[in-house]
């Protein structure tokens, strides 16, 4: 479990949720809100936070979200809490300034969400994608999220499942503005052997800490686990 974060930070975490499916086959959304209890994170972002078919409604209910201390951006509809999948939490003290959604190329229904907020480090922009399975889909996808990502009215933090296996720096280069932090094994759950949850960062902070959440029930709650930063002004 991660020690709490300094004062002067931003503890940013991503997490595929797996639509609330642990690797026991049961749907529990009560322990994925606990995994993202012991994260103690002031923004999680999310991927396969709904149901796959339509509406797609929420599979981590909005209710349960609020009952928790948590705040869902506003980024889907008709019941869903995200966009392609994709969502983003955050905790109260933080201040949603804006959002909006970020189309992705690829064959495959793909796409990425961003929310502005005020914290303790300024205006923050944190994006959260969920990439394509396939290279040249991911590379696309890159391309736009690097779009997005060059900013001058905020910090910005680009998080997410990247679905790329290789541990060199396949799709770093892409995006020389932002920083990612080094791979660490968080896919599959029970035995990590992939770095396929990453998070990255501009040049307005670094980051002091960072890590991969495996405490229980986290090894069972989701095919994933979540990876965590602690971030500070640079």
Not at 133 to 144: D, F, P, S, V, Y
Not at 188 to 209: E, F, N, Q, T, W
């Amino acid at each position: 479990m991660p020690d709490q974060p300094p004062q002067d930070t931003l503890r940013v975490a991503t997490y595929n949720i797996q639509k609330c499916i642990g690797l026991d086959l049961r749907r529990r959304p009560e322990r994925i809100l606990q995994v993202l209890a012991g994260l103690d994170a002031d923004v999680v972002v999310l991927q396969e936070a709904d149901k796959r078919l339509p509406p797609r409604p929420a599979a981590l209910p909005h209710f349960l979200v609020a009952e928790t201390g948590w705040q869902a951006a506003d980024l889907g509809g008709a019941g869903s809490l995200g966009w392609h999948g994709n969502a983003v939490l955050f905790r109260g003290g933080l201040q949603l300034q804006a959002k909006g959604h970020i189309a992705l190329p690829g064959l495959e229904p793909r796409g990425a969400v961003w929310v502005q907020l005020k914290t303790v480090l300024g205006p923050v922009r944190v994006i959260g994608a969920h990439l394509g399975l396939t290279g040249r889909a991911r590379r696309e996808q890159m391309h736009a999220l690097a779009r997005a990502a060059q900013r001058e009215d905020s910090a910005v933090v680009l998080a997410g499942d990247f679905n790329e296996w290789s541990r060199m720096p396949v799709l770093e280069h892409i995006t020389p503005a932002l920083t990612f932090l080094p791979p660490k094994a968080s896919f599959p759950a029970l035995r990590p052997l992939g770095a396929l949850d990453r998070i990255a960062y501009c040049k307005r902070l670094k980051a002091v800490a960072h890590g991969v959440h495996g405490a229980r029930p986290a090894h069972i709650a989701s095919d994933h686990l979540p990876v965590w930063a602690d971030l500070r002004e640079a």
